[in-house]
């Protein structure tokens, strides 16, 4: 166990929807990361999150943004949710110190019909 | 554009046998190189970390090698198990912090007993 726990575990939703996504990272770890991971494939990083501000961004259109929030924990949410979208979706911690290996969550299965 | 390769046929060896697993990058000149293994609906768990000066890592079964000439690594996974069964990733760091990954498809393990 990490110590990262994500919620929900699943969740069904229709293309043009909005989701909202959850993750407590690891006690004592100040950043925070997003990735979507489609089946089969490695997961791909989405955007991370340092003291509250975007700290990075992967190749993903704004529709996907984040929050911070000053316990550490954070959000991920989707707008206009496109087929495409159904993925799990993973946050991972780490600690500002090493900020070399990730934490991370067991995930959020999102599937969009 | 950036690339990370893993063989995406899955490998299946018998218990007891040396399992290689390959990780192959091009247009990366990265400082750190990680390994995670993943278990299905789970999230990806940390297993060894190699910096570009070094050539090699050992954790108990597991070796990691790190040719930047190459650019290869090599994990090996000795005296392999049915418990190794899954899905080996391997990632590049994309920030001076090591914390931003962009990670290879895997590769998937089966060890037959």
């Known amino acids: 166990e990490t110590g990262v726990t994500q919620s929900p575990t699943h969740l069904i939703k229709t293309r043009g929807q909005q989701v909202t996504l959850r993750c407590s990272s690891q006690?004592?770890?100040?950043?925070v990361s997003w990735y979507q991971q489609a089946l089969g494939q490695g997961p791909q990083f989405i955007f991370q999150y340092y003291r509250e501000e975007e700290n990075g961004r992967g190749n993903f259109p704004p529709r996907f943004s984040g929050l911070q929030f000053p316990n550490y924990s954070s959000e991920l949410n989707v707008n206009a949710l496109e087929l495409d979208d159904s993925a799990l979706y993973l946050c991972?911690?780490?600690?500002?110190?090493?900020?070399?290996?990730?934490?991370f969550g067991s995930g959020t299965q999102l599937s969009v019909l | 554009s950036q690339k990370i390769e893993q063989n995406s046929e899955a490998l299946n060896i018998q218990e007891g046998k040396t399992a290689t697993l390959t990780c192959n990058y091009t247009n990366y000149s990265p400082a750190y190189l990680q390994w995670y293994r993943q278990d299905p609906g789970r999230g990806p768990v940390f297993l060894l970390l190699?910096?570009?000066?070094?050539k090699e890592k050992r954790k108990e079964r597991l070796k990691v090698t790190f040719d930047t000439t190459l650019k290869q690594s090599l994990f090996h996974i000795t005296a392999s198990q049915p418990a190794d069964s899954a899905t080996y990733l391997c990632?590049?760091?994309?920030?001076?912090?090591?914390?931003?990954?962009?990670f290879g498809g895997g590769t998937r393990l089966m060890v037959k007993p």
């Open positions: 006690s004592g770890h100040n950043t």
């Open positions: 190699i910096r570009e000066n070094e």
């Open positions: 990632a590049l760091a994309i920030n001076n912090a090591g914390n931003m990954l962009t």
């Open positions: 991972a911690s780490s600690p500002l110190t090493t900020g070399e290996k990730l934490f």
